[in-house]
């Protein structure tokens, strides 16, 4: 039986997407770290660590993790871009495609999860990615039959999550994804919040993540140039929906009480990353780079047993009103 590495359609394609998904990290990194401000007062800068696995591991291929820590504004923030292909296709990316089980794939994308200083500051996490599995014409697929081309498809989305809850950065957020979605089709914006309300859930809390946004995933239907052309468009929207939420509450007085509940709250993001979330678990299940995998991981984080906010204080309507599903818009 032989299997060989999928490509996406062209060496172009390759080049123009992988571009971009470089690009759009570069631009990123470098809002943050205007945001910072300049080192001489306490701004931290992006560390940059290029890594690339070399012919011959279970998987293969390069990114760069771009992670800044112990900064004035952001206790962490890590930005990933990654490029790599494997063998076989983890279980985590084909629950929707179980006649993928088992093939070649390449996948390339950016993900980031942003933890500020100030608890008043939501945390923010982003994700574009593509992915191709199967094999080119002159292949054969995971089961030796001769492949057709490889199938191709999107994901990603962004979602907020506040410790403590404001209306008016929930409604900016949402209808910064909803305006990014827009142009391909009224339908999406409402389909992937509902998408995003129910990824981002933690079931053993029964309990939300946060207030939300978008998600998509194993999404091709509007053909290759359009489902790329919209995920382009999520992560152009990124920074203008987060960026004036940091800037309107990253000045905002607080204390030990807001900083205790800001790790209590850490922890419940933790729990869903190592516990629901398929990223996660794709790249553990490929063989991926750990440290890469895990920039998502806030520098500290606190866990309380049945801890019960005071009611009537912000810390209850935390959960009673913002850890709701509900129309932001």
């Known amino acids: 039986m032989t299997t060989q590495k999928p490509t996406f359609t062209t060496a172009d394609t ?67 871009f990654s490029h790599v292909s494997g063998p076989r296709l983890p279980p985590s990316a084909t629950q929707h495609r179980p006649e993928l089980a088992g093939a070649p794939f390449e996948a390339m994308g950016v993900s980031l999860v942003f ?31 001769a492949g057709q081309g490889p199938i191709c498809w999107f994901g990603g989305g962004m979602d907020l999550t506040p410790y403590y809850g404001f209306d008016e950065d929930a409604v900016h957020f949402h209808r910064a994804c ?95 990353n190592l516990v629901w979330d398929r990223g996660t678990h794709f790249g553990l299940q490929s063989g991926g780079r750990t440290e890469s995998i895990l920039l998502s991981m806030p520098p500290l984080a606190a866990w309380s047993y049945q801890r019960e906010p005071q009611p009537g204080s912000h810390e209850a309507l935390l959960t009673e009103r913002f850890l709701q599903r509900r129309d932001w818009i």
């Open 115 to 145: 933890h500020p200083r100030n608890p008043y500051v939501p945390t923010v996490h982003m994700n574009v990615r593509m992915i191709a599995a199967g094999t080119g014409a002159a292949g054969t697929d995971a089961a030796g039959q």
């Open 178 to 272: 909803r305006d990014a979605l827009a142009p391909f089709g009224e339908g999406l914006y409402p389909r992937f919040k509902t998408w995003c309300d129910e990824y981002f859930y933690l079931k053993h809390r029964n309990e939300q993540r946060g207030v939300g946004g978008i998600f998509f995933d194993d999404f091709a239907e509007l053909g290759f140039e359009q489902s790329l052309a919209m995920t382009q468009s999520v992560g152009d929207a990124f920074l203008g929906a987060y960026l004036p939420i940091v800037q309107r509450r990253m000045h905002m007085g607080h204390g030990e009480r807001e900083r205790e509940f800001q790790l209590y709250r850490r922890g419940r993001y933790v729990e869903f």
């Open 14 to 80: 390759v080049a123009r997407v992988r571009g971009y998904l470089e690009g759009l990290q570069a631009r990123i990194t470098s809002a943050l770290e205007d945001i910072e401000g300049p080192q001489s007062q306490g701004g931290a800068r992006f560390r940059s660590d290029a890594w690339r696995r070399e012919s011959g591991s279970a998987l293969q291929g390069d990114g760069i993790t771009r992670i800044l820590e112990g900064g004035r504004v952001f206790e962490r923030a890590g930005c990933g």
